[in-house]
């Protein structure tokens, strides 16, 4: 694709709900981020791929947090039993390298509200 | 937990005047990124510079990296009110993945 593309653009949850982010990474790109942004802060990492292999998930939150990546393209973050502190902006990012290499592709986010 | 701090939060100048931002950061690194954020986006890749480089060049952005003091710096010169935005160093230390600072919250005045 012409890059890389989250739905939705906005979730608002009630607190205890499960959730569900979609990043589409660009076609082709091997490797897949996942970073959390709370308000006025620089991005989190959470959680890399590289095809469908989760190489590093040191920084999922908790338990309650899955991502996965099945067929080493589309890519999904699951919040189970939402809590008011996940409330933020995830950003997913690809890249053609073998990890960050020389620069991530960022789609625009799913602002994430727990009410 | 991030990686580097970010100098000043923001900043504020008139239009046609110089930024400099500053960022540091802790662990050894093979590059140092710096990105860009408009509100309500992503983030957008401006520059790279490798850790056996001092100074880069790209358009009016000015990059330089000092490895022994682990600080970098962005200049952006003759800035325009399209140059808002925060903007965002990021290094890989040495892992695959890139550690962002907390950002500089740029404003540029008409």
């Known amino acids: 694709g012409a890059g890389v593309s989250q739905s939705p653009r906005y979730k608002v949850a009630k607190r205890g709900q499960d959730v569900a982010l979609r990043c589409d990474p660009i076609s082709g790109h091997v490797s897949l981020f996942w970073y959390q942004q709370a308000l006025g802060q620089g991005p989190e990492f959470l959680t890399y791929f590289q095809n469908e292999a989760q190489l590093d998930k040191s920084g999922l939150p908790s338990d309650r947090f899955f991502a996965e990546r099945p067929e080493g393209s589309v890519s999904t973050l699951k919040i189970q039993r939402t809590q008011q502190e996940d409330s933020a902006v995830y950003l997913c990012?690809?890249?053609?390298?073998?990890?960050?290499?020389?620069?991530?592709?960022f789609g625009s986010g799913t602002q994430l509200s727990v009410l | 937990s991030q990686q580097g701090e970010e100098d000043p939060q923001a900043l504020s100048i008139q239009e046609g005047e110089n930024a400099t931002m500053n960022c540091s950061y802790k662990?050894?690194?093979?590059?140092l990124q710096w990105y860009r954020q408009n509100s309500g986006r992503g983030l957008v890749h401006l520059i790279l510079i490798r850790s056996n480089e001092r100074e880069k060049h790209s358009g009016r952005l000015r990059v330089t990296l000092d490895t022994s003091k682990k600080s970098s710096s962005l200049l952006i010169t003759a800035s325009r009110a399209a140059d808002t935005a925060s903007y965002f160093c990021?290094?890989?230390?040495?892992?695959?993945?890139?550690?962002f600072g907390q950002g500089t919250r740029l404003t540029i005045n008409p």
């Open positions: 990012a690809s890249s053609s390298y073998r990890g960050a290499g020389e620069k991530l592709f």
């Open positions: 990021a290094t890989d230390g040495g892992a695959q993945k890139l550690v």
């Open positions: 662990t050894s690194i093979n590059n």
